[in-house]
């Protein structure tokens, strides 16, 4: 019943940052984890980073040491923030909350990422 809104969409040149937030409708402490996934026009959905509950990260090696996944459970908010970007970086980037049982995940409604010069 949580809804999740992605904001921060944009136009990076290649070796810029971006910062996207997830903010939620209620408390993100009622997820087990939050996730950011991508998805490129004709390319599979990509996980990109994690951070669960206890505040611990996971990200692929495609993004490792660029992104940076972090909370404020205060505001409610997620936060991807993005270094070095490439244009392979360029996709829709959609905000999880993970809960557990099948179909309880939510999901946000994406936002843009272009990385291009």
């Known amino acids: 019943q949580v809804q999740l809104v992605e904001s921060g969409e944009g136009l990076v040149q290649p070796g810029g940052s971006l910062r996207l937030s997830c903010a939620a409708s209620?408390?993100?402490?009622?997820?087990?984890?939050m996730r950011w996934y991508r998805q490129a026009p004709g390319k599979q959905r990509e996980l990109v980073a994690t951070?669960?509950?206890?505040?611990?990260?996971t990200y692929p090696d495609s993004v490792k040491g660029r992104f940076t996944i972090s909370r404020d459970n205060a505001k409610n908010t997620v936060y991807l923030q993005m270094n070095s970007l490439k244009p392979e970086d360029t996709a829709t980037y959609y905000c999880?909350?993970?809960?557990?049982?099948?179909?309880?995940?939510?999901w946000g409604q994406g936002t843009q990422v272009t990385v291009s010069s």
């Open positions: 999880k909350g993970d809960r557990p049982g099948v179909g309880y995940d939510a």
């Open positions: 209620g408390s993100i402490e009622s997820f087990y984890a």
């Open positions: 951070i669960a509950s206890a505040g611990t990260t």
